[in-house]
C-alpha cells in the first residue's frame, strides 16, 4: 500500500484527488489538508509517515516552495509531488532544487497523476536528468528573451543583471543561479552586490520589497 498525503488550497481539486485515491486498492490517504501550518499541526496526531505527498506550490502562508524542505526535515526521504499552475521554468527549477521529485501542471488528468505515482512506488524517478537539462534551458531561454526589462528599467540595471535579478526574485540561490547562467560564484556574487548598490538596498528582503512596490 502506498500511502498519501495532500496539501492543497483548492477545495474542489483536494477532494477531487481524496475521492480518487480512495478509489485505487494500492493507495491509502493518510491526510488531507489546505495549509502548511494545518499539517504542521497535525502531524503528529497522525501518526503515520505518508510516502508520497502531494503538495501545491500557492498555498496561502508558508509557500510550497519553502514547504519542500520543512517536509523533508520531518519525513526523510518522503517523496514530494508538487502541484503548480504556474507554467514557469524557474519555479519548477527551484522546486526540484529544494527536493521535489516531480510536478504536474493544473490543469491535470488523474491519469497522470496516477502515472507519476506508480513510478515513484515502484522507486523510479519521475525527473530524469534530461528533464533537469531541459528545465535549466527553459529557464536560460526565458532569461534572455524576457529578462524583466520594465520592472528593473528604472535601476538601470544591465541585461545580466535583469537575469540575476529575476533568479534572485524567484528564490534560487547564488550556486543555482551560478548554475542556471553558467557563470561562476564570484561572479554571481559581484551582480548581486552591483544590483543591491543600483536599487539603494543591502539585503535580499530590501531588494524584494523594494522591486515588488512595498517600499
Given at each position: 500500500m502506498y500511502l498519501i498525503g495532500i496539501i492543497e488550497d483548492d477545495v474542489q481539486l483536494r477532494k477531487t484527488m481524496e475521492n480518487y485515491i480512495s478509489l485505487q486498492q494500492d493507495l491509502s490517504l493518510v491526510f488531507s489538508c489546505n495549509r502548511i501550518e494545518k499539517w504542521i499541526s497535525i502531524r503528529q496526531d497522525a501518526g503515520i509517515v505518508p510516502d508520497c505527498i502531494l503538495l501545491d506550490i500557492g498555498l496561502p502562508g508558508i509557500s510550497g516552495l519553502d514547504a519542500i524542505s520543512i517536509i523533508s526535515s520531518y519525513y526523510p526521504g518522503v517523496k514530494i509531488l508538487v502541484i503548480t499552475g504556474m507554467e514557469?521554468?524557474?519555479?519548477?527549477?527551484?522546486?526540484?532544487?529544494?527536493?521535489?521529485?516531480?510536478?504536474l501542471l493544473k490543469p491535470f488528468r488523474l491519469a497522470e497523476m496516477q502515472k507519476q505515482l506508480e513510478v515513484l512506488q515502484s522507486g523510479g524517478t519521475v525527473l530524469e536528468p534530461e528533464t533537469m537539462t531541459g528545465l535549466i534551458n527553459t529557464a536560460r531561454n526565458r532569461l534572455n528573451?524576457?529578462?524583466?526589462?520594465?520592472?528593473?528599467?528604472?535601476?538601470?540595471?544591465?541585461?545580466?543583471?535583469?537575469?540575476?535579478?529575476?533568479?534572485?526574485?524567484?528564490?534560487?540561490?547564488?550556486?543555482?543561479?551560478?548554475?542556471?547562467?553558467?557563470?561562476?560564484?564570484?561572479?554571481?556574487?559581484?551582480?548581486?552586490?552591483?544590483?543591491?548598490?543600483?536599487?539603494?538596498?543591502?539585503?535580499?528582503?530590501?531588494?524584494?520589497?523594494?522591486?515588488?512596490?512595498?517600499?
Open positions: 514557469d521554468p524557474l519555479v519548477a527549477w527551484q522546486a526540484m532544487m529544494n527536493g521535489a521529485n516531480g510536478f528573451t524576457n529578462g524583466g526589462v520594465e520592472r528593473f528599467q528604472e535601476f538601470g540595471l544591465t541585461q545580466r543583471e535583469i537575469q540575476v535579478a529575476e533568479l534572485l526574485l524567484a528564490g534560487s540561490s547564488y550556486k543555482e543561479i551560478s548554475t542556471i547562467l553558467n557563470v561562476s560564484y564570484t561572479t554571481v556574487n559581484e551582480h548581486i552586490k552591483n544590483i543591491y548598490k543600483k536599487v539603494k538596498v543591502n539585503s535580499k528582503m530590501a531588494f524584494i520589497n523594494r522591486v515588488s512596490g512595498k517600499n
